[in-house]
């Protein structure tokens, strides 16, 4: 079955907001094997909405329309609809005493116009809303001699989804002929993009009943495959049968089969080897201890770190030698080792790590552009380091290195 | 005059992917006095694309086409459109010969497929694309009796944009009757909303020429303000009388009247005082350190920080007594306090700045909820310590714990 859904708000049509719920209802959708064949988003006029609404039912089977329904005079999804339909709104008085109910709870005072949240399209039921004062709308109607769902929902997302998920998807799925969906999320670190394609696309292209949907960004490839079929064990077992094969391509690149990120994978790690991290970052400015704390519980593994953007602070807070950043600048090889040896043996941590660039857009020297990144990862026994080269904005180098060096110290722990 | 922008690309269907070009090209079209009346998305289904086309032409006009101009068999909005018009597409010589040469430069070879990308719609001119194998068409023509302006660009944003700013833009602003945008953005941080809704509204909304937009995230408020009219200074003079009222009702919240971030306001002050700042941070994890070393040129009064997780790491790096720890607690306004005055004093700053918190989901106490946040402000002549209380997430509490630093420091500074 085809759906159409239609974000309403004339809000959604300036530069500066974009619907996102929609995303989530597709995810939604498809899982009981429903697909979005169109998404239009339309302003809060009454007549543009209806000529929406009618092409949404002239293409599709199932028409979700989303935002506009609360108390003000821009809602009119309402209006909108009947008008479309050619049907009467009726106000409803159960949910009238709801709305009166709802206002005494909160104890503040209803304006007349809130009313209009009670206006019932004919032929319809309300979706219950725990958590706005707008219910939605459910209506199974025939429009031109087909058979249509019209689903009214709430635009804030925190109503829209627990609403969609709670009253939407259990009538659907009566309705859709039953699907099963499998899914599985695989992540990998760090591997060329170009190598990613010449790796993978010649496995999954093959699997045609299997989904591939392949996100990267800034070093971090996540491929999420997805299969619905009638038969549950057949849609896992093809899944299983795809992942093995990419997990075997994407060898130690990759790094998590269950969706989890990077540095929650750091931290798995180093929680199992029973180690401790301590970083001293220079170009990527707090960006790599940011990450790991990020993650709830890192204070179990994560001592700390220390920006060091100066030298003297680089000396001062990592024992790295001044002589030592005379002879080779702050950005090399071996300031990054002495940064990660340093940090290590202040904090007593297992491992340290150092990181050391240019992030540019100024600094760049004769011998050392723009991008150029040293990062080091030091244990009781070595020390090593790596020299690598990212391209693009502050920003992308700056997550192109954080990425860098997580992986690398995910790799030394594996 | 109303336009309608139709992104054309399965992917943009799927739960993963968004059209992100739309706000670009909204915000262009708003400037010479164009709106966006819809949006839709649409797959690769030529029947959908033909359809969408013919819609959109009933309902306004100006119609831009984005994606599907490419090589494969999934491209197919110049077909579409030719079916949607009942016109023909022309193979273009200078065009077939353009592709030659372009796979010529990159020493590839070309599939008999990429001509495509030479096929013109009857009536319709190229648009150079400079970024890009597929040029953009131009296309104006009568529509069931009305005028119509169609523009096809290409999907990729970095084709696209420049594209649209060099080729359409001029093209749109001989045909568009002339209109003048003045626009100004103000930027407030740490107000409470319910306040700023109560302070701004009644100003902004009395000027309706005046498009107001308020964005808000974790403690930063961003108003944007657009104002298009056939008389240029009337534009700049309605727009710079509701910012200055906005502004005076803004107070000291306001930070930036030119729309800078936050971090570059710190950095514009520390540099105008001849300051340097320093961070201890143990909630934000770097969160502070990594937003204000995002700025270039940061290295100038930023000297550096610490992440100091554990009570160890706030003894070693930052100096607190360990007394102090266990007297009052690691999250304290004394430990806050501690950190920032041991900061600056370890690292020679103007500026010392300590956070401390508990940004769960664990970690709360009988007397400290998850949210609550200590954060000082410490010079060479006093050291003032504030306590916060925080809602939501993680991330959340750690980004508007990191906004509320910032705004101290600023707040110290001004």
């Known amino acids: 079955m085809k759906s159409e859904i239609i974000a309403v708000g004339s809000e959604m049509l300036t530069p500066h907001r974009?619907?996102?719920?929609?995303?989530?209802?597709?995810?939604?959708?498809?899982?009981?094997?429903?697909?979005?064949?169109?998404?239009?988003i339309v302003g809060d006029r009454r007549k543009d909405i209806v000529g929406a609404i009618q092409n949404a039912l002239t293409r599709t089977d199932i028409v979700i329309l989303m935002g506009g329904l609360g108390p003000?005079?821009?809602?009119?999804?309402?209006?909108?609809?009947?008008?479309?339909?050619?049907?009467?709104?009726?106000?409803?008085?159960?949910?009238?005493?709801?709305?009166?109910?709802?206002?005494?709870t909160w104890r503040?005072?209803?304006?007349?116009?809130?009313?209009?949240?009670?206006?019932?399209?004919?032929?319809?039921?309300?979706?219950d809303n725990?958590?706005?004062?707008?219910?939605?709308?459910?209506?199974?109607?025939?429009?031109?001699?087909?058979?249509?769902?019209?689903?009214l929902v709430p635009g804030?997302?925190?109503?829209?989804?627990?609403?969609?998920?709670?009253e939407?998807?259990?009538?659907?799925?009566?309705?859709?002929?039953?699907r099963h969906l499998a899914r599985r999320t695989l992540k990998a670190a760090m591997i060329p993009e170009s190598q990613a394609d010449k790796l993978l696309a010649p496995i999954y292209t093959t699997y045609t009943?299997?989904?591939?949907?392949?996100?990267?960004?800034?070093?971090?490839i996540q491929l999420t495959l997805l299969c619905t079929k009638k038969n549950k064990d057949l849609a896992e077992q093809r899944v299983e049968e795809l992942a093995t094969k990419l997990e075997e391509a994407l060898d130690d690149w990759m790094y998590s089969a269950e969706g989890e990120t990077l540095e929650q994978i750091v931290l798995y790690y180093l929680g199992l080897r029973q180690a401790t991290l301590a970083v001293a970052e220079s170009c990527t400015g707090g960006m790599v201890a940011q990450r790991i704390t990020s993650v709830p519980g890192s204070s179990r593994s994560f001592l700390g770190g220390v920006v060091v953007y100066s030298n003297e602070m680089k000396t001062a807070f990592a024992d790295v030698p001044a002589e030592l950043i005379k002879q080779h600048g702050a950005v090399s090889s071996e300031v990054a080792s002495a940064l990660a040896e340093g940090i290590r043996k202040r904090t007593g941590a297992t491992l340290g790590l150092g990181v050391t660039g240019i992030a540019g857009p100024t600094g760049a020297t004769e011998t050392k552009p723009v991008g150029r990144v040293y990062i080091a990862v030091s244990?009781?026994?070595?020390?090593?380091?790596?020299?690598?080269?990212?391209?693009?904005?502050?920003?992308?180098?700056?997550?192109?290195?954080s990425q860098q060096a997580l992986d690398l110290v995910r790799r030394r722990l594996i």
Not at 18 to 40: P, R
Not at 87 to 98: E, G, S, T
Not at 168 to 178: F, G, Q
């Open 168 to 178: 939407c998807l259990p009538r659907l799925r009566d309705i859709v002929p039953e």
């Open 72 to 104: 003000t005079e821009d809602d009119l999804t309402r209006e909108a609809l009947a008008e479309a339909l050619a049907v009467k709104l009726k106000r409803d008085a159960p949910q009238v005493a709801a709305l009166h109910a709802r206002a005494a």
């Open 130 to 151: 725990p958590n706005g004062s707008a219910p939605g709308q459910w209506l199974e109607t025939i429009y031109s001699g087909y058979r249509k769902i019209i689903i």
């Open 209 to 220: 009943d299997v989904e591939t949907t392949i996100l990267a960004h800034a070093g971090d």
């Open 156 to 166: 804030p997302p925190h109503e829209c989804k627990p609403l969609f998920d709670d």
């Open 108 to 127: 503040i005072s209803m304006p007349e116009n809130n009313l209009k949240q009670a206006d019932l399209i004919e032929g319809a039921t309300f979706l």
């Open 18 to 40: 974009q619907d996102t719920n929609s995303l989530y209802l597709t995810e939604k959708l498809n899982e009981i094997g429903v697909s979005v064949a169109f998404k239009t």
């Open 379 to 401: 244990d009781a026994q070595t020390t090593d380091s790596f020299e690598r080269n990212f391209r693009g904005s502050r920003d992308r180098i700056r997550e192109w290195a």
